[in-house]
């Protein structure tokens, strides 16, 4: 497929999903923030009750061209529309299949439209892309990259961020809340889960980032997460020092100790409710713990994104910035980090990561989020796997294996993702 055309840039009515999609387009393209009025050399984003008015303003020259996401709404709400149906299933896109549910559109595809095995996805008619996908294009999973990609031949070559991806393990070897919980795994497995982890990064070269806290409990004292994890955390160290691991600031305890002492309530959203100066505090303890053990953190995440709004100051006076959690718009939210991907991997197929890539290709940069309690996580749901031969794979190597693998991707650092993401506006 070819391109429709370069264009100027993008516009959507302001404060509604399509300027937030527009946002999110306008950073990945490298084009001037969306506007709120049409221009011949624009490109409009919509939803299907304003498909309509878009498409008289595209056939009259007022617009370049524009893409109607059809979202949730009923047919009746754009007449110009072909009609649409929902179906659930795992469609293949030319060889790269995802699950879930999915809206098909009655016609072929056209010039730069999208088919899958189940159907049409987008067509491509006079100057106007018909995307039955939800309204923030399913951002944050797996199910909708096949949007972007349509999107892609509309707005022509975008700016591309390199093929890159950053995947990312949270709370290894333990937490505080695990050890409260009574599901802390011991030193000795976490070093042979560690081992396996690193062979892994070395036969595919990538980088794998830890998400650590600093303390654990020990005898209901707090103390440093290496008397508790003593092995796992200095083999950590040479993983870091080999250019395999990078560590990511996670926190000091992650829990609130006050509530857990006081009442035994187990609340492991540290930072969700702390004033700047004890974020600060906190923040100064664990980079201190991290620079004598490991390496000083360059990114920084808050146990369930919990962030209050003097943490994020706190982080921000110290030039560490902070993932937030996936949303639309540009992936550099001031000095932070957005992530693309939630942490289960909506939409993932069995065991078809190619998906992943394909988002690179694009330039959306897939960051990849596995949790140390939560490792095994399919294995012990065996319905979000299709088959016993499946099970049986991933018992032997778990999608935290399996993902470095894919070609397509270069899996780095988060400290170099963080730079490259920061860069991307400003070289534009």
Known sequence: MSSAGRFEGLCATPDTPAAHVAELLSWLWGFPDPVAENAPGLVRLAPSDAGAEVRRAVSGGRLGAAIVIRGDRPDAADPGASPSRRVEGSPSFDGSRVAGEFRLIDATPGEFGVASSLGTHATWSSGVLDLAAPDDLGWGTLRSFWALEAVSHVLGTPRRLPAVGCLRLDDFPGTAQHQAQGNAKEDAKQLRRLSSLRRACERSGSVLNFAVAAEALDGGARVPLDRVWPRCIEQLGDGVRAGRFEPVCHGLLHLDPDLYESSGEIEFREFAALSHEEAGRRIDLALAWHEAKLARPRVF??????????????????????????????????????????????????????????????????????????????????????????????????????????????????????????GHRASG
Not at 328 to 341: F, H, K, Q, S, V
Not at 377 to 389: F, I, K, L, N
């Open 301 to 422: 995440v808050a146990p369930a994104w919990g962030y209050s709004e003097g943490s994020i100051e706190a982080l921000a006076e110290r030039g560490l910035p902070a993932w937030l959690p996936p949303r639309p718009g540009p992936l550099a939210d001031g000095p932070n980090l957005r992530e693309t991907l939630t942490s289960d991997l909506i939409g993932l197929h069995r065991l078809d990561y190619s998906p992943l890539a394909r988002l690179a290709a694009v330039g959306v940069p897939p960051t990849v989020t596995f949790h140390g309690g939560l490792i095994d996580s399919r294995t012990t749901r065996p319905r979000d796997v299709a088959g016993a031969v499946d099970l049986a794979r991933l018992l032997l190597a778990r999608d935290i294996v399996r993902v470095p693998r894919i070609a397509g991707v270069d899996w780095i650092g988060a400290g170099d993702f963080a730079e490259l993401i920061a």
